[in-house]
């Protein structure tokens, strides 16, 4: 026997026993996340919300390769390239996978030769980022986009693109929100008259773009002291990105004497008083504001950019508003797509993606605080029968309801009791139950019965799929 033992031990031990189990890990990877039924629910609703307005404005859908070439991401995303996933070399292909949708769209329109198109594309991106998912920051996540590419004059595409973020932000009733706007082109002549040399731009730039996590003492000790910058310049900075407002400083600006001299200033300045004047036509500059610390940090802008924050009243006794963070962005990028072209043609774009995820963790509190009972199938009725060996009935029948496209279930039992089917609707919020027995069998209709108000009417059969339609349309 004490041979068998061993024997069998020894057995156990080859097999890995037990001690292998522990080492086995549920979960799922740093800055990623599983969504449930009801997660889920409220994610299609945004999606249907952003869908819709994206349809409204005559937009088309594409699709492009979850991974691109390595090269095709590489030198596009400024000090964010180290955020880049590259993928494990697989035999002559270098891949890394997409860090956002705008890229892998410019080298579609390059590689296709399109030069006139406006179109939508929603999925998920990669950014091996910190994440930090309470505030919806992941490293796999989506982005809805929409982009118009093509030759048209000034800023009429660039305002249609904030009156989409604004419709969206409206629609999904998310509470105050600010767009703010500003221009590469302004940042770069303001930079070239406050003294900064050309080539710290886009390193001052990104510096510019965390004003609104830090405050202006803090950036300007990183110009001055991490980036070289020289007390002066950065000074002269100061004066500007702490502005913001409307038409207005637009006009002021226009008159200043140091920024009216500089070319590209000047010229985005015009641009951006031409955008203010669409914007009013839309009715739209109440949640407008042009705020010249907006710089946005990627490195393919070229024109105007803008970000959608929003804003939450901290308590009732105090007016100013603080910013939640940021849930849409975009703008115009005029020399992206050249990059890719063999022969560096150029096709202006302008653009916004709506940060799906932020908005989520947000309607995903609420619907938690608010204790919301949240539909997770959108079954219109379920086929029941109060008595026993109707199974083949109750199979008939919800199979002539999936024939008329009507959305039905069935309870997977042979004989189940009536109030354990009804009970099943009230759990999953199915309005409509249809009820079949042998005395309906043999009249020739189907009990149907409204869950809510247990009232029951008697339907013909032949009526039954008209009466279900009637009653779940949405009213």
Not at 65 to 70: D, G, T
Not at 200 to 223: G, N, Q, Y
Not at 290 to 308: C, P
Not at 374 to 394: D, G
Request: proline share 3%; net charge neutral; aromatic share 8%.
């Amino acid at each position: 026997v004490a041979k068998e033992v061993a024997k069998l031990l020894e057995l156990k031990a080859q097999l890995g026993g037990d001690e292998g189990k522990h080492k086995f890990v549920l979960k799922t990877p740093k800055g990623t996340r599983d969504y449930s039924p009801k997660q889920m629910a409220i994610r299609e609703r945004v999606f249907n919300a952003i869908v819709a307005c994206f349809k409204r404005h005559g937009a088309e859908v594409i699709d492009t390769p979850v991974f691109e070439l390595k090269e095709t991401l590489t030198g596009k995303y400024g000090e964010d390239s180290k955020l880049i996933y590259d993928l494990k070399d697989q035999g002559g292909e270098l891949l890394s996978l997409r860090y956002d949708l705008t890229v892998p769209f410019a080298r579609y329109l390059a590689m296709n030769k399109i030069t006139n198109i406006k179109r939508y594309h929603i999925a998920k991106v990669y950014r091996r980022d910190n994440p930090a998912m309470t505030r919806g920051r992941y490293r796999e996540f989506y982005q809805c986009d929409f982009d118009i590419a093509g030759q048209f004059d000034p800023m009429i595409p660039d305002a249609e693109c904030l009156k989409i973020v604004h419709e969206i932000l409206s629609d999904l009733q998310l509470g105050d929100f600010l767009v703010k706007v500003n221009d590469r082109r302004i940042l770069d002549g303001m930079f070239a008259v406050c003294g900064v040399p050309d080539s710290k731009f886009r390193t001052i730039c990104s510096s510019v773009d965390k004003l609104d996590k830090m405050p202006w003492e803090e950036v300007r000790s990183e110009m001055v002291g991490e980036k070289g910058l020289s007390p002066e310049a950065a000074d002269r900075i100061g004066e500007y990105v702490q502005l913001h407002g409307g038409l207005d400083l637009i006009e002021r600006l226009l008159q200043d004497p140091k920024l009216s001299q500089n070319k590209l200033a000047k010229e985005g300045l015009g641009d951006m008083k031409l955008l203010f004047e669409y914007l009013t036509l839309f009715g739209i500059t109440g949640k407008i504001s042009f705020d010249l610390s907006l710089a946005r940090g990627l490195d393919y802008y070229t024109g105007v950019i803008f970000e959608a924050v929003l804003l939450q009243q901290e308590n009732a006794h105090v007016e100013e508003s603080v910013s939640v963070g940021s849930v849409a962005g975009g703008g115009r990028y005029d020399g992206l797509v050249g990059m890719f072209d063999p022969k560096g043609r150029k096709v202006p774009c302008v653009g916004v993606s709506i940060g799906i995820e932020r908005i989520f963790s947000i309607l995903e509190q609420r619907v938690e605080a608010s204790e919301e009972k949240i539909r997770t199938t959108e079954t219109q009725v379920l086929v029941a029968s109060a008595q026993k060996k109707l199974l083949e009935e109750r199979l008939k029948l919800v199979s002539e309801l999936w024939d008329a496209g009507i959305k039905a279930e069935v309870l997977y039992k042979k004989n189940p009791k009536l109030l354990n089917q009804l009970q099943y609707c009230e759990e999953t919020g199915i309005p409509l139950v249809a009820i079949v027995g042998e005395q309906e069998l043999k009249d020739g209709v189907v009990k149907l019965r409204v869950v809510a108000t247990r009232e029951e009417v008697n339907v013909g059969r032949e009526s039954l799929v008209e009466e279900i339609r009637m009653r779940t349309s949405r009213p």
